[in-house]
């Protein structure tokens, strides 16, 4: 049986709550983008469930709005906010144990990326298919659903979740931990498989995370997660923005994802095959891409020049660098590539995303030349990326986890960041009107339809709820879960009942008001 609050506070220490007369409390109170900041009455350092639990209850019985932070990426108002009295950091939270008797890897909501594939490997030499920034906090990117340089060969990190430690709030106010697994006989199963993408802070506090390959049999705990691949062929792109005319923009943008149309079926000799292409303000200098592809895939060294001659078919404007390297595995995830964070925990940003299933029209493609070469507009800061996806991704059904997209080929992500707060409203309107603009014919808004399939809950975007920058008539929710939102309203209703967790994009009950 779970423990209660009660229960729980007999064995553990009192939870370490910090106010606003502690000098830790400023950087407790803002994650990396600089434009929202919170002031809560506590701000709580979750050392153990047992803490989480005592937290919530405290807050609770307050009556004091709650958030939760592991790794501070979050870049809207989803965590920090003026309404939020009580902040749960989860950063203390960053063990990776290997629980024998569920034949599976525990992971605390505190680690980082960087952590954990350090830990994994370096203990066990298994590894999963997550995100390339290292310092993204384990707790909310797994919740979101989670993907990354090695998701065309192993799917969604989420594929791989097979349980998870919760604190909820019953209907009477009492806060409790629960453990929710795949198991087809566990009666919280809902609550496991809202964690599949269903977005962070929604239904309760993670406390763990268990995961296990799907199918995988036996006790050797290397074998039941994926192995990363020995060694990687890398590759590293730049072409000047000097010369690049929009003939030439338009046919690179154009090669490159043609490129994952053709190659991005679960039977595709490209499966380990990975890049990004990433297309700044003109200010920057120049438009960059990287490759990353399996050393020992057959025959990795002629699919990677393959696939680089692909991508410069007919553009005209020569690169200026050209590096490749041949890595072992654990050190490419170091490599920088175009993952850095470069100062991002000290900028003010904006994201905004969309999942592509075919490319954009010559007409989109002409409207983010028009964007990133204006000479209205300046910051190096801003771009477009395009990031690999497909594969083995889309061999689920699109009900299997919470998140759905399961025929994309890229991840896009529209971003600016910039440090004077007086400069807000000039870069928050100008991506605002690229996204529009681009989807022009859609509401201004990545739909569902034969070019794109909505967006990620972990590139949050509160404009989805706006009528100036959604005039599609599609509510927000449909971008993000498409038609799995009932299913996870329905599990809101039933395991926070008193709708404690709730922030800018809740999931709201069912005959809630959107």
Request: with cysteine; charged share 20%; aromatic share 10%.
């Amino acid at each position: 049986m779970p423990l209660t609050a009660e229960q729980q506070h007999t064995t553990t220490q009192q939870v370490l709550a910090i106010g606003p007369e502690d000098p830790r409390y400023a950087d407790l109170t803002r994650g990396c983008n600089q434009r929202f900041t919170s002031r809560p009455d506590q701000v709580y350092l979750i050392r153990s469930t047992a803490d989480a639990v005592q937290a919530v209850q405290e807050a609770v019985d307050a009556g004091r709005p709650i958030s939760i932070r592991s790794g501070g990426h979050c870049q809207e108002p989803l965590v920090d906010s003026q309404e939020v009295r009580a902040l749960l950091d989860m950063s203390e939270l960053r063990a990776v144990t290997f629980d024998a008797e569920r034949r599976a890897f525990g992971i605390e909501p505190g680690l980082t990326l960087g952590e954990m594939y350090r830990t994994l490997f370096k203990n066990w030499g298994v590894t999963l298919p997550g995100g390339s920034c290292p310092s993204v906090g384990i707790g909310g990117h797994i919740a979101g659903g989670a993907y990354g340089p090695l998701s065309r060969r192993l799917g969604y990190l989420v594929d791989y979740l097979c349980g998870v430690e919760v604190v909820v709030v019953d209907a009477d106010g009492t806060a409790r931990a629960v453990t929710a697994t795949d198991a087809a006989d566990d009666p919280n199963r809902e609550l496991w498989w809202a964690h599949t993408g269903g977005g962070g802070g929604n239904f309760g506090v993670v406390t763990k995370y268990w995961l296990r390959t799907p199918g995988a049999r036996g006790d050797e705990p290397g074998d039941l997660l994926p192995r990363p691949p020995h060694s990687v062929l890398l590759g590293y792109v730049v072409w000047p923005w000097e010369g690049m005319d929009e003939a030439n923009f338009s046919r690179l943008v154009k090669n490159y994802v043609t490129w994952y149309e053709r190659n991005s079926g679960a039977d595709s000799p490209y499966l380990d095959l990975y890049s990004g292409l990433l297309l700044p303000h003109r200010t920057a200098g120049g438009i960059m891409m990287n490759v990353q592809m399996d050393a020992d895939a057959p025959n990795a060294a002629e699919l990677f020049q393959k696939f680089g001659e692909a991508v410069l078919d007919g553009v005209t404007v020569p690169p200026v660098i050209v590096e490749r390297q041949h890595l072992p595995w654990y050190r490419a995830t170091l490599w920088n590539g175009l993952y850095t964070s470069g100062g991002l925990e000290t900028q003010r940003s904006k994201v905004k995303a969309a999942d592509m299933r075919a490319r954009y029209t010559d007409e989109q493609v002409a409207t983010c030349y028009r964007y990133l070469t204006t000479p209205d507009y300046a910051n190096s800061s801003a771009a477009l990326m395009f990031v690999g996806f497909g594969g083995m991704v889309n061999e689920r059904e699109t009900d299997a986890t919470a998140i759905p997209q399961r025929d994309s080929i890229l991840k896009l992500v529209f971003s600016a960041s910039w440090i004077d707060p007086a400069e807000d409203d000039k870069h928050l309107t100008w991506l605002r009107e690229w996204y529009r603009d681009v989807h022009e014919g859609t509401g201004g808004v990545p739909i569902s339809n034969g070019i794109t399939d909505g967006t990620y809950i972990n590139n949050p975007d509160t404009d989805l709820m706006d009528p100036q920058w959604n005039t599609s008539g599609v509510p927000w929710y449909t971008f993000y879960y498409k038609d799995n939102y009932p299913r996870l309203q329905r599990i809101k209703a039933a395991w926070d009942p008193r709708g404690v967790f709730r922030h800018a994009l809740s999931i709201q009950p069912p005959g809630a008001e959107d």
